[in-house]
């Protein structure tokens, strides 16, 4: 069984049916329309649900910011309201204050603070 082939031919292969330019497929330059349609739409689809889950998780770092900006404003409205103070009317008090006492005066806004009630002095004299 002679085969014609070119090139030389050797037992254990396979000899050459034609030549390597008409074996050797080209692939295409350019995609189809409908393939470069597709690619489009499953490109914009998957970009869609990047932003959309970016969105998700921006919305709900800034829900959980606010959260805790309202959280430390609270916690800090009511450390004013249970704190205890003592208005200082007298200005020379201040000036006569060491620095230790000095650091501890702090100066608020009493507008919306009620004053506290003043108990009246005892009377001297007998009790009855």
Same mark, same amino acid.
């Given at each position: 069984?002679?085969?014609?082939?070119? /090139?030389?031919?050797? $037992?254990?292969?396979?000899?050459?049916? %034609?030549?390597?330019?008409?074996?050797?497929?080209? =692939?295409?330059?350019?995609?189809?329309?409908?393939?470069?349609?597709?690619?489009?739409?499953?490109?914009?689809? !998957?970009?869609?649900?990047?932003?959309?889950?970016? #969105?998700?998780?921006?919305?709900?770092?800034?829900? #959980?910011?606010?959260?805790?900006?309202? $959280?430390?404003? $609270?916690?800090? #409205?009511?450390?004013?309201? %249970?704190?205890?103070?003592? !208005?200082?009317?007298?200005?020379?008090?201040?000036? $006569?204050?060491?620095?230790?006492?000095?650091?501890? &005066?702090?100066?608020?806004?009493?507008? /919306? &603070?009620? =004053?506290? =009630? !003043?108990?009246?002095?005892?009377?001297? /004299?007998?009790?009855?």
């Amino acid at each position: 069984a002679e085969q014609f082939a070119m /090139g030389k031919v050797r $037992k254990w292969k396979d000899a050459h049916k %034609g030549r390597a330019s008409s074996t050797t497929a080209v =692939p295409q330059l350019r995609a189809s329309w409908d393939t470069r349609i597709q690619a489009r739409a499953e490109r914009t689809a !998957v970009m869609a649900a990047q932003h959309e889950a970016e #969105e998700t998780i921006r919305s709900s770092k800034r829900a #959980e910011r606010e959260a805790r900006l309202a $959280k430390e404003k $609270k916690k800090e #409205e009511n450390k004013l309201k %249970g704190m205890q103070y003592q !208005v200082i009317s007298n200005s020379s008090k201040i000036k $006569k204050m060491s620095k230790k006492q000095l650091r501890q &005066v702090r100066k608020m806004d009493t507008t /919306g &603070v009620a =004053p506290k =009630p !003043v108990m009246p002095a005892a009377k001297k /004299g007998k009790t009855k």
